[in-house]
Each structure stands twice: as C-alpha cells, then as structure tokens.
C-alpha cells in the first residue's frame, strides 16, 4: 500500500520557536508538496520540490523554508513560528509525468500560542 | 498561473438524493482534472479523475464531465449516503511543467439520513 506519512498529527508550539514538519514517501515519487489547509480557503501551495535538493516556492511560502536531501523525504520548516501559522498542513507526493494523481499524507494540525 | 474556482462551499442533501460540484479553471493547457475526498481527519484521497481528451467518465456512483470549451467541470454523485459526507476538491494540473495541481477551495457535502 503506498504510504505518504507525515511525523505528527498534532503539534503545539510557542512563538518564535523554529518548527520542522517531515514528511516520507515510499513510491519513489520525484514530486512532494507542502500544502496548507485552512476554513474556505483550501489547499494552498506553500512549497514543492522536483528532485532531491531542488525547491521551488508555491503561492505562499512566506515565512516557510524547506529541505530535501533524500528523494522520500521532505522537510518544512517554520524558521520562527507565528500565531498566524497555526494551520493543518499537508503534505503529498507525485510522479513527475502527465496526469498522474497526488497522495496526501494525514496532515499536521498545528497550533501556535 | 492556474486559477479554480469551486462551487458550493457547502452542500447538504437528503440521504439518496443527488449532488453536484462544479469547478472551472483558468488555463487552457490543463489538461488533467482529479477529485479528491477528504474525510474528517484524514489527507485528501483520489476518487477519480477525468483527461481533456474525454467529455464523461463514470464510476459506481460518481461521475465527472468536463467541458474543455468552457473550462467547466463537475462532479456527480447519485443515490448518496451518509458515508459520502466529506470535503471535495477538484483540481487542475497543466501538461508543462513538473504537473502542479490547483486545488479549488473544497465544498463540504453533508448527506442527512
């Protein structure tokens, strides 16, 4: 069964702390994505990566950085946590070829206080 | 860059009655337009996904069409059950690129019993 998993399911952090969020795939996929999910305003792209060490910003990446050393895993990382921060977040993996589907993992609810 | 906008935010229908989602996307170089569930507490899940070389595709009980002139898409669920109860996003993803999906911001179906 092909597994997207994300390191936690919640978390909790205080302002200002620095935060990585993992993220491991096993289909040997070339894409991975992080996205966030808020109330109405869906899946926004905050980050993506094409091959092991290479990013390219999505519609948000705002006060978010990201790392890839290896092809099944893809970090984010909050480099100084804010309230406004406090989100799911998503992570997924794909093929790099046409019409190919994305599998998400189970998303990470975190809270910022 | 591509842009899709999904309606209803919210759809609430009687336990064997019918309900569509439309969405419609901005660029014509799309060409591939997956459905995804997102049941409470877990990440998005493929449920199925229709090409630009195909108007109609079905599938048990759900169904997609798309028209390519309109950049319009919808999703059709017959007979619905409670266990259809979910968020809903439609995407869009063009053929360049490394595949990017666009997400909609997702409608929320709640099927009564």
């Known amino acids: 069964d092909v597994k997207v998993t994300q390191s936690s399911r919640y978390l909790v952090k205080r302002t200002g702390e620095k935060v990585f969020l993992e993220c491991v795939q096993d289909m040997d996929h070339e894409n991975m994505f992080w996205y966030r999910q808020d109330p109405g305003l869906g899946l926004r792209l905050i980050y993506f990566s094409y091959d092991v060490k290479m990013k390219e910003k999505g519609d948000i990446p705002e006060g978010y950085s990201v790392s890839r050393e290896k092809k099944e895993r893809f970090s984010l990382i909050l480099e100084s946590a804010s309230t406004n921060q406090t989100s799911m977040y998503l992570c997924?993996?794909?093929?790099?070829?046409?019409?190919?589907?994305?599998?998400f993992g189970q998303g990470t609810r975190l809270t910022v206080v | 860059g591509e842009n899709v906008e999904q309606h209803p935010s919210t759809l609430s229908v009687q336990e064997g009655d019918s309900a569509v989602i439309k969405c419609t996307y901005s660029d014509s170089a799309s060409n591939y337009f997956p459905w995804y569930k997102q049941e409470l507490g877990k990440g998005p899940q493929l449920i199925i996904d229709?090409?630009?070389?195909?108007g109609e595709k079905k599938d048990q009980r759900i169904a997609v069409t798309l028209n390519k002139t309109a950049k319009h898409f919808s999703l059709h669920i017959t007979e619905t059950q409670p266990e259809d109860s979910a968020v809903y996003f439609c995407?869009?993803?063009?053929?360049?690129?490394?595949?990017?999906?666009?997400f909609g911001r997702g409608t929320s179906l709640i099927v009564h019993p």
């Open positions: 997924a993996s794909s093929l790099n070829v046409r019409g190919t589907e994305a599998f």
């Open positions: 995407a869009a993803t063009a053929s360049g690129g490394s595949y990017i999906p666009t």
């Open positions: 229709i090409r630009s070389n195909v």
